[in-house]
Structures are given as structure tokens and as C-alpha cells.
């Protein structure tokens, strides 16, 4: 566990003695409660069938992450949608990657 600062150390001190007071005005809470009940409404199920390899690597990723696969599963499609979903160049397999050529840098001084 990384080491606290001095300035950390009060924050923590301050949470666990409940002195904190939020800056939120009433109308900000009322609007991030109302979004989050609407990012959280499920309302419609989906079947999909998925191969089995894909489904055991889905719920690895998903306990990495600490939460069920089906909440893994929807959160990616969420994302999706939303356009938040950014796509990575996948690296080659390791057995097709070229190596680099060696730099051959002669030491002139040594010559």
C-alpha cells in the first residue's frame, strides 16, 4: 500500500471523524441521483448465446474486476452504445513478431 502524505493522512482523519462537509448544492445531488437511477434501470432481459470460450474469459475478466460477469457483460455493452468503448490495436502474437535488427554503431575513438 502506497504511503500517505501529510495532507492525505488529515483528509482520512477527517472522513473517519465525520467532520467533512459536502459543497454539493441541492439541485446537483437531485441531478446526479436522477442520473443514477437512470444509468442503473434495467428493465428489459437479453439471451445471447456465447461460445464457451468466450464466456470462461469473460468471468475471469469479470473476477478480476471484482463483480459479476453479468454486470461486466452489460457494462461493456453500455459502453458501447455510448460511444465510451475505445478500441486498441492488438499487439501480434509473440511468435509473429520480427526482432529488431542489432544497431552495429562502430566506436571510431576505439579504432
Do not use: C, W
Not at 500500500?1 to 454539493?24: C, H, I, Q, R, W
Not at 446537483?28 to 444509468?39: D, G, P, V
Not at 492488438?90 to 575513438?109: G, H
Amino acid at each position: 500500500m502506497p504511503k500517505t502524505d501529510p495532507y492525505e493522512a488529515e483528509l482520512v482523519a477527517a472522513f473517519e471523524k465525520g467532520t467533512l462537509k459536502s459543497v454539493a448544492t441541492k439541485a446537483e445531488l437531485s441531478r446526479l441521483k436522477a442520473a443514477a437511477r437512470a444509468t442503473a434501470v434495467k428493465d428489459r432481459r437479453v439471451n445471447i448465446r456465447l461460445s464457451s470460450s468466450d464466456l470462461q474469459d469473460i468471468q475471469v475478466k469479470a473476477l478480476q474486476e471484482g463483480m459479476p460477469y453479468q454486470t461486466l457483460i452489460a457494462s461493456v455493452l453500455h459502453k458501447y452504445v455510448t460511444g465510451r468503448l475505445a478500441e486498441r490495436k492488438a499487439k501480434p502474437p509473440m511468435a509473429s513478431r520480427q526482432p529488431k535488427a542489432a544497431s552495429r554503431r562502430t566506436n571510431k575513438a576505439a579504432v
